[in-house]
């Protein structure tokens, strides 16, 4: 049973998949509640799926890019589940997740984008061909600076529709589609890292001069 999360948006999202389909995915209602919501919604996929901690043989995990605190929630629980039950933990590009389920809902005709909301009035983009595989990126830029009339999923549209006038769905990643694409070896494995493209906010303070 592998359990998947993503934590790179405003919202949690939490799937198990048993190794033929997705049995059961939640998603939070509340923005910005990664610390508050991740754990419930894991324990209430798990009650609804009737398995338990041991039943899980694998754990894949959104990388972002994203915010800081946000990925940290996501990648610091998968890597503390991992070491506790011994089972390989897997990273995923959030934007790769997106990407499979533009391709596999058949929502694009041909190469599209994605662009996630990055804050600072920037988005972070990744370009993709029609098999969702990632052309370039990710990379995190001002939409004016990538304005185009290419089809665009993620947040980005919705946020600058002068930039991304042809949006489509999906608008943000889905911990389904991280758990189809690692059971079905549809999406790069990446090491359990965050994926951050730009330094934290809080960063440390210069160190005190000694008073003499």
């Given at each position: 049973?592998?359990?998947?999360?993503?934590?790179?948006?405003?919202?949690?999202?939490?799937?198990?998949?048993?190794?033929?389909?997705?049995?059961?995915?939640?998603?939070?209602?509340?923005?910005?509640?990664?610390?508050?919501?991740?754990?419930?919604?894991?324990?209430?996929?798990?009650?609804?799926?009737?398995?338990?901690?041991?039943?899980?043989?694998?754990?894949?995990?959104?990388?972002?890019?994203?915010?800081?605190?946000?990925?940290?929630?996501?990648?610091?629980?998968?890597?503390?589940?991992?070491f506790v039950l011994?089972?390989?933990?897997?990273?995923?590009?959030?934007?790769?997740?997106?990407?499979?389920?533009?391709?596999?809902?058949?929502?694009?005709?041909?190469s599209f984008l994605?662009?996630?909301?990055?804050?600072?009035?920037?988005?972070?983009?990744?370009?993709?061909?029609?098999?969702?595989?990632?052309?370039?990126?990710?990379?995190?830029?001002?939409?004016?600076?990538?304005?185009?009339?290419?089809?665009?999923?993620?947040?980005?549209?919705?946020?600058?529709?002068?930039?991304?006038?042809?949006?489509?769905?999906?608008?943000?990643?889905?911990?389904?589609?991280?758990?189809?694409?690692?059971?079905?070896?549809?999406?790069d494995l990446l090491?359990?890292?965050?994926?951050?493209?730009?330094?934290?906010?809080?960063?440390?303070?210069?160190?005190?001069?000694?008073?003499?």
């Amino acid at each position: 049973m592998l359990l998947a999360f993503d934590t790179a948006t405003p919202l949690v999202t939490v799937a198990l998949h048993d190794g033929e389909r997705v049995v059961v995915e939640h998603s939070s209602e509340q923005p910005m509640k990664h610390g508050e919501h991740l754990a419930p919604l894991i324990a209430r996929a798990m009650e609804d799926a009737g398995v338990v901690r041991q039943d899980l043989t694998a754990i894949a995990v959104g990388v972002g890019p994203g915010p800081f605190t946000g990925l940290r929630v996501g990648i610091v629980t998968a890597r503390t589940l991992g070491f506790v039950l011994e089972i390989p933990v897997y990273g995923v590009c959030s934007l790769d997740a997106v990407a499979l389920e533009v391709v596999g809902t058949g929502a694009a005709s041909g190469s599209f984008l994605v662009a996630t909301d990055a804050r600072r009035k920037e988005v972070y983009l990744a370009s993709y061909d029609a098999d969702a595989r990632r052309l370039e990126g990710p990379v995190v830029t001002r939409p004016a600076e990538v304005a185009t009339t290419a089809q665009v999923a993620g947040a980005g549209p919705a946020l600058y529709p002068d930039a991304f006038p042809h949006a489509i769905a999906p608008d943000r990643p889905s911990a389904a589609w991280i758990a189809s694409g690692v059971v079905g070896e549809l999406v790069d494995l990446l090491d359990p890292e965050p994926l951050y493209l730009r330094r934290p906010d809080a960063v440390a303070g210069a160190p005190r001069k000694p008073v003499s």
